[in-house]
Structures are given as structure tokens and as C-alpha cells.
Antibody
Framework: QVQLVESGGGVVQPGGSLTLSCVASGFSFSTFGMHWVRQAPGKGLEWVAL????????YHADSVRGRFTISRDNPKNTLYLQMVSLREEDTGVYYCANNRGYSDYWGQGTLVTVSS | EIVMTQSPATLSVSPGERATLSCRASQSVSSSLAWYQQKPGQAPRLLIY???TRATGIPARFSGSGSGTEFTLTISSLQSEDFAVYYC??????????FGQGTKVEIK
């Protein structure tokens, strides 16, 4: 069955860095664009970034552009989100999801906490 | 950026009753509109895409309608497992992909 498993979350100080990973199985990962979507505690869903199926183009939300970088390794069925210069407002659960415009495959999320 | 506005913020409904949730887009998104259900501690679950097509395995009591800027999600007879937060999302004009702020359906 389809699985997306995120990892790499944790507690980091403001200004710090983290890299999230999302390992895919059960579907043809290399044929889908992939998103990162986040959710601050008690808040709604916020799109963060998308990478095309072949990694040829990336899009980032204004709130993270210049600080976050989405990437992928298709032979490893893995999606990444490199995050630097983290801020307290980056705290939340980060989900990876496939892209059909909408998303029907979601991971369970990994929690990132930015706090001093 | 297209802004998605959902109403109401909270909907109190008794089990077995109908629930009607609204989503408005700041400009036309054609039929490129999805609805998701999210329960506490869980990832979002796709319910509807293309404004009115149920996703795989979604019960028939969930239906979507609308096009352009006005959309509705209807749950015909609420079951206990339907109490959750519901989000709409547009995918017509991107980036960014944008979500509504959510409607919480709670037990009356």
C-alpha cells in the first residue's frame, strides 16, 4: 500500500537548521510532483514547497523562500526539505504529499519545534 | 495569490443531521477545488477533488458542488466519525496552492 514516512523533525533553536526526509513506497514516486505542507499548532494547513516529478523545477512559499529548499532523490524514493535560519513561526507539523493538483497521498507528519 | 475563505468557522450538528460547509475563492478557480478531512493527530484525508468527485473509498454521504468562486461540501447524515475539521484547497492558480482556514464540525 501507499506509504509516505517523514523523519528529521525535532527541537532546534532560532537560527538553526534541520533537514526533513520523506520516504515513499507503494506508488511510482518518480512520476509525481511532491509537496511539503505544514501546520502550526492549532492552526490550518499551509503549503510550503513543491518539486516537479523529475526535480527540474521547484516552487517555495514566500514565507520560506531563501531559507528552505525542497529536493528529491528518485532512485531512493526520497523527498527532502532543507531548512536553515529557522524561526519560531516555522514551528509545526510538516507533511509530505503527492501532487495531482490535489493530494491523495499524505505522510503522518514530523514535528519541528523552533524554540530557545 | 488566491485567498480561500471558509464558513462557518465552527458548525454544531447533531448526529444524523445534514451539514453544509462553504468555501469561497477570491477569484475563479474553475472546478479545481478539493476538500480534505482532518482529525486530531492525523494527516489530512482527501474527500473530494474537481469540486464534486469523491475520492477513492469516500462514502456517498459526502458530496461537493460549485464552480468558479463558490463551493459547498455537504455531509448528508453525520456519523460519529465525521466530526473533524474540513479544509478546502484550490489548485487552479499556483503557486501557491492555497487552503481555507478550516471549518470544525462538532457535536451539538
Amino acid at each position: 500500500q501507499v506509504q509516505l514516512v517523514e523523519s528529521g523533525g525535532g527541537v532546534v533553536q532560532p537560527g538553526g537548521s534541520l533537514t526533513l526526509s520523506c520516504v515513499a513506497s507503494g506508488f511510482s514516486f518518480s512520476t509525481f510532483g511532491m509537496h511539503w505542507v505544514r501546520q502550526a499548532p492549532g492552526k490550518g494547513l499551509e503549503w510550503v514547497a513543491l518539486i516537479r516529478y523529475d526535480g527540474s523545477k521547484m516552487y517555495h512559499a514566500d514565507s520560506v523562500r531563501g531559507r528552505f529548499t525542497i529536493s528529491r532523490d528518485n532512485p531512493k524514493n526520497t523527498l527532502y526539505l532543507q531548512m536553515v535560519s529557522l524561526r519560531e513561526e516555522d514551528t509545526g507539523v510538516y507533511y509530505c504529499a503527492n501532487n495531482r493538483g490535489y493530494s491523495d497521498y499524505w505522510g503522518q507528519g514530523t514535528l519541528v519545534t523552533v524554540s530557545s | 495569490e488566491i485567498v480561500m475563505t471558509q464558513s462557518p468557522a465552527t458548525l454544531s450538528v447533531s448526529p444524523g443531521e445534514r451539514a453544509t460547509l462553504s468555501c469561497r475563492a477570491s477569484q475563479s478557480v474553475s472546478s479545481s477545488l478539493a476538500w480534505y478531512q482532518q482529525k486530531p493527530g492525523q494527516a489530512p484525508r482527501l474527500l473530494i477533488y474537481g469540486a464534486s468527485t469523491r475520492a477513492t473509498g469516500i462514502p456517498a454521504r459526502f458530496s461537493g458542488s460549485g464552480s468558479g468562486t463558490e463551493f459547498t461540501l455537504t455531509i448528508s447524515s453525520l456519523q460519529s466519525e465525521d466530526f473533524a475539521v474540513y479544509y478546502c484547497q484550490q489548485y487552479n492558480n499556483w503557486p501557491p496552492w492555497t487552503f481555507g482556514q478550516g471549518t470544525k464540525v462538532e457535536i451539538k
